[in-house]
């Protein structure tokens, strides 16, 4: 037990260490040189924090509980802990043996044996405090009984350091737990319960490209992958089946060889305790397995001992990306070591109860699963394999007569080849993962298994997007988040995707416009964007469309074909209009052949829908039209009144002229009402598709603007009483004849009643470093304004107070809104869960909450 | 905005006296609301006209706005600039403010009778209540000319503006002209532009004296002033009811004292409580308890020894919060009680293992495709040993006069169920979910169409 020779101390480098030893035996300065300065965690340090005094041992009850709370933030990250406390007593370790287990990492003592005279010697030299002599000796003598009990109580791994010198000198190595596999990067085969199958095992493996070596006997001894691919089994090789030595001999021969790794099931830590002459149950299939074993001679049964009881819970593999366990593990116990751990990784969270087979119930964990790490598993039998929020169980029942499966990573696909036969009856009948059986527990029988969960979207939050980075929501603007979407967001399955709201340019230095495309296209060439496009702005109202030819890839049983929706997420038009809507949107693809250009079932299209009264009726007629009439009344009045007064003599020249350009100023402000608030066609909508935001397999907005209103032109001409098509000037920013023409282009625009353009740099989304240019500028015109700044805003006095608009946060806004909606549809392109897509749309609707100008 | 004043009389140039303004003179007067100006479109022989002229800056309102949501005010596009409203009547009190006290030194016989008064306002909003300034205006006397206008003469589907030219005629003492119009322009609003403080009920007796007391919209008149704010209204109807008559308020008393049938809310909120305890329930949330009407009455019963509130609005949370008086409460109180911003539906894992679960009056808010996500988040997930929901019966609407036919009791009610709806729905939740439904009427039952709230108690199988 003495490690006196030993010039290391091997550790697991994830570990809760107690150092024992009596005051003054040098626990504090080993520490200091042995590990990290915020590793070690003192008790005398932890007195001093809550009482100001290290050697106040009234404060002992307190110090510790602090210490306690720091540990144990510092275990649940993942980080080595050293308890530098005397912990001589057997009642004070159990505590810390108990809190490793609480937080699933290996209990690890260290001990300072020093001779009682050097310590007390040691302790009459501080100046700060000292301990009494007969303390120190209590201390000793405590520790003297007990230390050779450590390793009952618990304590994976005791090392003991009596000599001086040694403990001066000695170092840590730091052990990597043995189920950390994380330099193992594949790519691997990760292979489903096989219960002693052998027959569909070689049949798989030969699918799978796999050459199987045999020996002279013709049994399967080994296999090889030309690509050098790895096998992982996970578990429950044996029992229940024809073939279970022969199993045994090729995976105990892949193991042996290097082509594969194993962890335990449930079946081969019973049979190893069988084995290992324990009394258990020999339910289940171990009979059988007994049986065929008996037939083997000894030296294999004892190598089937060895292997069965050497395999371990789990492999965490790929840098982190990939757990391998037989029953799955939540994020918390990967790459732990606990009974706990252990226990889930075979037997899976049982609830305790059974059905109506006798069978456990168990807890859907990878319902709840949100861990970065791929979780393959098997222990359940299921009809279809299906990823659940990165776990997916491939136990097919191939012992049931289901089938034998395996998952390629990283690809993710899944191969499997049928049962020969059924060999074992199943207790309960198969059925798919995720019906309503009474074998999964009723609590989440048809409840989707990847659906948000409150604690998905409220409180603050950082999303990680691919474009832009973390994009902070604020909590309080997630709280908004949640009412809007909650009462008024259609169906999540459907909500993939949410658009930005948009920057106008920069306030024009002309005098007599708020907004100007010198502005806009001086923005994009001072940040090196050369090529711009300007795209007519509509007058309507931003709607995206999702068009889907087959539901169930949103998840949505029944034939639904897509939806409509607002950029708050409402849909946009009541059920059997949108119904129509879409129909005459998948005619128009389905005429110009976009499924196949794309190979794409599904199609996201970010447009606006015309016109705006179609939305916007109410508002214009109780708010907009209202004002019109309203200044109709008062301001000819108002000129009459005074005019009668100048008649007189009175001198009101300068306010009946203002009073007369402000009436005209209603004249023309209710011109554009008019204009823009003109009635819905009798033939209901039009929609005016800008982009493609995405299809399956990715992101679209990578393409050149003028590929997507290339897309709107084709299927405008398939559909010309729906698809509006979007003008547009392509503008090279540091030519100053092309910028005139994007000028004039706008002016001609604005005149003919247009709102307005939006310039966007041609290339789409444009990169920059960890940033991206802002994806468009409005720039409105001067007549339509006056629906955003009043009737008279045009007149000087108020056109310069409105200069001062303080875009930048509407910029950022922009910006980060932007990353969040692509990440949606990113996530939900490349197939992630639905909660993972939902964070991110979440989060657009929680930054359209903060406060800004609602003019810009 | 403009107001005309025109007196008809052979010294018709007295207005200006009784104005405390000179009829030859442009004056301009800056108030916080904006540039006043008063001038004299016409001084002739037998009749003189005053003309009180707003300029209103409508970016400075908007920018000078602080704190309130009404979107009047939220937008530079708003009629703030042209028609006559609490911003004309904070003009009239501050440009004309002698005048409205009924002092004039020069001619205190003219201040002190009733004069033939015109008063034109180009435009006054009117909300589009077609009748409301006749109402207003013609108890106390004054000839009402109504002038409407269409909203937009381009679309006469629209009909006709809500804001309308008004002219007042009548024998009235400036004095009260002016108070009437301070008072009562704010009230054809409805939008006070300015925060109403606690002596907002003064400045409305004092503007009243005389005359409100007795105003057959009395009611309409205080309750709009005060923006609302129930004590300030019910607190100024005492002090005026005080001032005046016993009669009035005989009438009142009596009113009061007929026997009080307990609201449907009440009623609902008993029904709840007795399911509650038929189910045996100790744990149980409201889901969806909006500001903590049914937590104050779990609150206050003993049975319940854990009480959880949920609402998806963070603000009603607040106010339940305060209703509840949490704060102040010892720590095993506030225990007991938890306010939860969470939302039907989501998965909320905070709501499992409970007793019984409350739904009162909240699928109705719900779109109808998003009841499945309801359902799975109540009883599904949370599988609470009971949930109570409660619901309005649509075939009862046809009691209410007030409901058109086909209409919903509320905006925001997505649907409205008949009894067999709410039982078809109830009993396919039960059999996917594994609970058994019992359902019960809660208020005055009607043979043929049942009681107004229909209430299901959902148990889980396996439970007592």
């Known amino acids: 037990m003495s490690d006196d020779a030993i010039r ?8 809760l260490v107690l150092l024992v030893g009596v005051s003054g035996s040098g626990k504090s300065s080993f520490a200091r040189r042995a590990f990290g300065p915020y590793e070690t965690l003192s008790s005398d340090y932890f007195r001093g924090l809550v009482a100001d005094d290290e050697s106040d041992q009234s404060a002992t009850p307190a110090a510790f509980e602090a210490l306690r709370a720091v540990a144990s933030q510092r275990l649940k990250a993942g980080r080595l802990t050293v308890v530098d406390a005397t912990n001589v007593r057997p009642d004070d370790r159990r505590e810390w043996v108990r809190f490793a287990r609480e937080h699933d990492v290996l209990p690890v003592a260290i001990v300072l044996d020093v001779p009682a005279g050097v310590a007390i010697a040691r302790n009459a030299e501080r100046a700060d405090r000292s301990i009494p002599a007969a303390v120190v000796r209590r201390q000793a003598e405590a520790m003297r009984r007990s230390v050779r009990g450590l390793a009952r109580e618990g304590f994976r791994r005791v090392h003991v350091l009596t000599d001086a010198d040694q403990i001066a000198a000695v170092g840590i190595r730091r052990e990597r737990l043995l189920t950390d596999a994380r330099d193992e990067t594949g790519p691997f085969d990760v292979i489903g319960d096989v219960h002693g199958c052998r027959g569909e095992l070689e049949s798989l493996l030969t699918e799978l490209g796999w050459s199987i070596e ?35 001999r090729l995976v105990m021969g892949m193991v042996r060889s290097g082509a594969a790794l194993s962890v335990q099931g449930n079946h081969e830590d019973k049979l190893a305790r069988a084995l290992e002459g324990k009394k258990v149950s020999t339910g289940h299939g171990l009979a059988e397995t007994l049986a065929q074993l008996a037939g083997e001679p000894p030296e294999f049964r004892d190598e089937v001992a060895a292997f069965a009881r050497g395999l371990l819970s789990h492999y965490v593999l790929d840098g982190g990306r990939l757990v391998v366990a037989h029953a799955g593990l939540p994020e918390r116990y990967q790459g732990r070591a606990s009974g706990r751990v252990r226990a889930f990784a075979l037997y899976g969270d049982t609830t305790g109860e059974t059905d109506e087979y006798g069978l456990p119930v168990r807890y859907p964990w990878a319902e709840d699963y949100r861990g970065a790490a791929t979780v393959v598993y098997g222990h359940t039998p299921t009809v279809d394999p299906e990823w659940i929020n990165r776990t997916i169980c491939i136990d097919t029942g191939c012992v049931f007569g289901g089938r034998l499966t395996a998952v390629r990573y990283p690809e993710r696909e899944l191969v499997s080849v049928p049962a020969e036969r059924v060999w074992c009856e199943p207790a309960r009948p198969l059925a798919p993962a995720t019906d309503a059986t009474p074998a999964t527990a009723p609590s989440t029988a048809q409840r989707r298994a990847d659906a948000p969960t409150i604690d998905d979207v409220l409180g603050k939050r950082i999303v990680e997007t691919a474009v832009l980075g973390p994009v902070t929501v604020r909590e309080d603007a997630a709280a908004g988040a949640l009412e809007v ?14 658009p930005p709201t948009m920057s106008p340019t920069n306030t024009a230095k002309r005098a007599d416009v708020l907004e100007h495309p010198d502005e806009a296209f001086a923005f994009y060439r001072e940040g090196g964007v050369l090529d711009v496009v300007g795209q007519e702005k509509h007058m309507g109202s931003r709607a995206i469309a999702v068009l889907a030819r087959d539901a169930a890839r949103f998840g949505v049983s029944g034939d639904r074909r897509g939806a409509l929706y607002t950029r708050t997420g409402r849909p946009f038009l009541p059920a059997h209009e949108e119904r129509a809507f879409l129909d005459r949107m998948h005619a128009a693809v389905d005429a110009i052949g976009l499924w196949d250009e794309l190979g794409t079932s599904w199609i996201v299209l970010d447009g606006e829908a015309l016109p705006w009264s179609l939305k916007a009726e109410d508002i214009i007629r109780d708010q907009y039209a209202a004002v019109g009439a309203a200044a109709g009344l008062a301001l000819p009045r108002s000129v009459a009144a005074l005019e009668a007064a100048a008649a007189r003599g009175i001198d009101v020249s300068a306010l009946l002229a203002a009073t007369r350009e402000r009436t005209d100023d209603a004249i023309r402000y209710a011109d554009v009402v008019r204009r823009f608030g003109a009635p819905v066609p009798a033939d209901g909508i039009r929609f005016a598709p800008f982009q493609l935001i995405a299809a399956e397999g990715g992101l679209l907005v990578e393409r050149p603007h003028a590929w997507h209103l290339g897309v709107a032109e084709r299927l405008a001409a398939a559909a010309p009483d729906l698809v509006r098509t979007t003008r547009s000037i392509d503008v090279r920013v540091d030519d100053p004849g092309s910028v005139e023409a994007g000028v004039a282009w706008w002016e001609r625009l604005t ?86 897509v939902h964070e991110a749309v979440f989060g657009v609707l929680g930054l359209e909450s903060e406060p800004v100008d609602p003019r810009l | 905005m403009l107001l005309t004043i025109t007196y008809e009389a052979p010294d018709a140039a007295d207005l200006g006296f009784l104005l405390h303004k000179h009829p030859d003179r442009h004056q301009r007067f800056p108030l916080s609301v904006g540039q006043a100006h008063v001038f004299y479109p016409v001084v002739e022989a037998g009749v003189c006209t005053a003309a009180l002229l707003l300029e209103v800056d409508p970016i400075g309102l908007v920018r000078g706005w602080r704190g309130s949501d009404a979107f009047a005010l939220g937008q530079y596009v708003n009629d703030r600039p042209y028609v006559a409203s609490s911003l004309l009547a904070v003009a009239i009190k501050q440009v004309f403010g002698t005048a409205l006290t009924g002092r004039c030194d020069a001619r205190p016989e003219l201040a002190a009778r009733p004069l033939p008064l015109r008063l034109e306002l180009a435009a006054v909003p009117d909300g589009g209540e077609a009748d409301l300034v006749a109402r207003l205006f013609e108890p106390l006397g004054w000839r009402v000319e109504v002038g409407r206008v269409p909203l937009d003469p381009a679309r006469p589907d629209w009909g006709d503006a809500p804001t309308v030219s008004v002219a007042l005629e009548g024998e009235v003492r400036l004095r009260d002209a002016l108070r009437q119009l301070y008072l009562l322009l704010p009230v054809l609003d409805g939008a006070k532009h300015y925060w109403v403080g606690d002596d907002e009920g003064d400045k409305v007796l004092q503007s009243g004296e005389g005359w409100l007391a007795a105003h057959p919209e009395r009611d309409l008149i205080l309750r709009r002033s005060l923006a609302c704010q129930r004590e300030l209204v019910a607190d100024a109807t005492a002090r005026l009811l005080d001032a005046d008559d016993a009669s009035t308020r005989a009438t009142e008393t009596d009113a009061d004292a007929a026997p009080r049938v307990p609201s449907l809310a009440r009623q609902r909120a008993a029904s709840v409580l007795a399911a509650l305890a038929d189910v045996g329930a100790h744990s149980v949330a409201d889901v969806g308890c909006g500001e903590g009407a049914l937590l104050a009455d779990l609150v206050a019963d003993p049975r319940f020894e854990r009480i959880v509130g949920t609402d998806v609005s963070a603000r009603a949370l607040e106010r339940a919060a305060e209703r509840l008086h949490l704060d102040e409460r010892g720590d095993r109180a506030r225990e007991r009680v938890q306010l939860l911003h969470s939302s039907v539906t989501y998965v909320d894992p905070r709501l499992r293992g409970l007793d019984a679960i409350v739904l009162m009056e909240v699928i109705e808010h719900v779109d109808s495709d998003r009841l499945d996500a309801l359902e799975g988040s109540v009883l599904g997930d949370a599988r609470p040993a009971s949930v109570i929901v409660t619901t309005p019966n649509a075939e009862y609407n046809a009691l209410y006069p007030a409901l058109a036919t086909g209409a919903r009791r509320h905006p925001d009610h997505r649907f409205e169920w008949t009894r067999a709806e709410f039982a078809a729905w109830t009993d396919a939740v039960a059999g996917r979910r594994g609970y058994r439904v019992e359902h019960r009427g809660v208020g005055p039952v009607d043979g043929a169409l049942g009681a107004p709230t229909q209430l299901a108690i959902l148990r889980r199988e396996g439970t007592a």
């Open chain 1, 8 to 15: 290391e101390l091997g550790i697991p480098e994830l570990s």
């Open chain 1, 214 to 248: 045999r020996d002279a006997l013709g049994r399967a001894v080994d296999a090889r992958h030309p690509e050098g691919r790895r096998a992982v089994f996970v578990g429950d090789l044996v029992d229940r089946g024809p073939d279970v030595p022969g199993v045994l």
């Open chain 1, 751 to 836: 005149a003919n009643g247009a709102e307005g353009m939006v310039v966007k740099p041609a290339a789409g989304l444009v990169r920059r470093g960890r940033s991206i240019a802002q994806p468009g500028l409005k720039v409105r015109g001067r007549e339509y304004l006056r629906l955003i700044y009043g009737p008279d805003y045009t007149r000087p006095d108020a056109i310069a107070r409105l200069r001062d608009r303080g875009l930048g946060r509407k910029r950022g806004l922009a910006a980060r809104e932007y990353a969040l909606g692509l990440e949606a549809a990113r996530r939900f392109a490349e197939g992630e869960p639905l909660w993972r």
């Open chain 1, 485 to 498: 979407m909650s009462r008024w967001a259609i169906d999540p399955r459907w909500l993939v995707y949410l």
